[in-house]
């Protein structure tokens, strides 16, 4: 019998992450192999937003390259991972159970916040994957009674990978080069999002808002920080498993709840 898989939240970063060496690389590099290989992949990608919940049913997905101007490189990559239509019929059963109807999306591909971190996780692309889509409009809430729905699974030899971004400031993004330090409102952000998970502070989270510091500046928009709520929802007690920095203004770090 398997053991229960956690839930984890991950940031992916630029596209680049698959191309550049660096620590956020060499740690999702290592984490797969690091884990219980899961029978599917439930992903919640920030890079999916719909005004209500979406489950990507197609039984073959593509790749979607959601960005411009990077190397010729990544738009020839391939991740040819299969959906797993019986699973996306699951996930909409559990929602509905716990109040939250969840609609059919038959023909999406995989955007980048799944295959980049997906496809340094698990290179050989054979787990089946199953991509969920965020809402920017709903709270923190409604995605934590997401993930709360997803629980069940865990159980089931599926892993719970969020997928999004623990800073998200694009704006301060350019001008900056990979490696410049990270800035105050930053750090102080990221510093606070790893105590409270530490800490399990999770009304403090769902409060990001008004209880993170510099909230508004390091999430202008709330889609790369949702997923983060739909792990956590997922999970018990959560832990940081990586801290990285990349253009000063993006914390990479990722989380997991057992």
Same mark, same amino acid.
């Given at each position: 019998?398997?053991?229960?898989?956690?839930?984890?939240?991950?940031?992916?970063?630029?596209?680049?992450?698959?191309?550049?060496?660096?620590?956020?690389?060499?740690?999702?590099?290592?984490?797969?192999?690091?884990?219980?290989?899961?029978? /599917? %992949?439930?992903?919640?990608? *920030?890079? !999916?937003?719909?005004? *209500?919940?979406?489950?990507?049913?197609?039984?073959?997905?593509?790749?979607?390259?959601?960005?411009?101007?990077?190397?010729?490189?990544?738009?020839?990559?391939?991740?040819? /991972?299969?959906?797993?239509?019986?699973?996306?019929?699951? %996930?909409?059963?559990?929602?509905?159970?716990?109040?939250?109807?969840?609609?059919?999306?038959?023909?999406?591909?995989?955007?980048?916040?799944? !295959?980049?971190?997906?496809?340094?996780?698990?290179?050989?692309?054979?787990?089946?994957?199953?991509?969920?889509?965020?809402? #920017?409009?709903?709270?923190?809430?409604?995605?934590?009674?997401?993930?709360?729905?997803?629980?069940?699974?865990?159980?089931?030899?599926?892993?719970?990978?969020?997928?999004?971004?623990?800073?998200?400031?694009?704006?301060?993004?350019?001008?900056?080069?990979?490696?410049? /330090?990270?800035?105050?409102?930053?750090?102080?952000?990221?510093? !606070?999002?790893?105590?409270?998970?530490?800490?399990?502070?999770?009304?403090?989270?769902?409060?990001?808002?008004?209880?993170?510091?510099?909230?508004?500046?390091?999430? #202008?928009?709330?889609?790369?920080?949702?997923?983060?709520?739909?792990?956590?929802? /997922?999970?018990?007690?959560?832990?940081?498993?990586?801290?990285?920095?990349?253009?000063?203004? %993006?914390?990479?770090?990722?989380?997991? !709840?057992?």
């Amino acid at each position: 019998m398997k053991s229960r898989l956690p839930s984890l939240f991950v940031s992916h970063g630029a596209p680049t992450l698959l191309t550049e060496q660096g620590p956020t690389r060499a740690f999702l590099g290592r984490l797969g192999s690091e884990m219980e290989q899961p029978g /599917a %992949i439930v992903c919640i990608s *920030a890079h !999916w937003t719909t005004p *209500a919940p979406m489950v990507n049913t197609a039984p073959r997905p593509g790749l979607i390259y959601d960005f411009g101007g990077f190397p010729d490189e990544l738009y020839r990559m391939t991740y040819p /991972a299969p959906g797993d239509q019986a699973l996306a019929e699951r %996930i909409i059963k559990h929602m509905k159970d716990h109040g939250i109807e969840a609609g059919r999306e038959p023909a999406r591909g995989f955007d980048h916040g799944a !295959w980049v971190p997906l496809k340094l996780m698990y290179p050989n692309a054979d787990i089946p994957v199953v991509e969920l889509s965020v809402q #920017p409009l709903l709270d923190p809430a409604h995605h934590a009674a997401i993930g709360a729905a997803l629980r069940p699974l865990r159980d089931q030899g599926v892993l719970i990978l969020a997928s999004g971004a623990a800073t998200h400031n694009l704006r301060d993004f350019f001008g900056r080069t990979v490696d410049s /330090a990270p800035v105050d409102y930053a750090r102080e952000f990221d510093d !606070w999002l790893c105590e409270a998970v530490e800490n399990d502070d999770r009304q403090s989270l769902l409060d990001y808002l008004k209880k993170g510091p510099h909230a508004m500046v390091n999430h #202008p928009t709330p889609e790369h920080f949702l997923p983060l709520f739909v792990a956590m929802g /997922a999970g018990g007690k959560g832990r940081a498993m990586h801290r990285a920095f990349t253009y000063g203004v %993006i914390s990479m770090a990722a989380f997991a !709840w057992e």
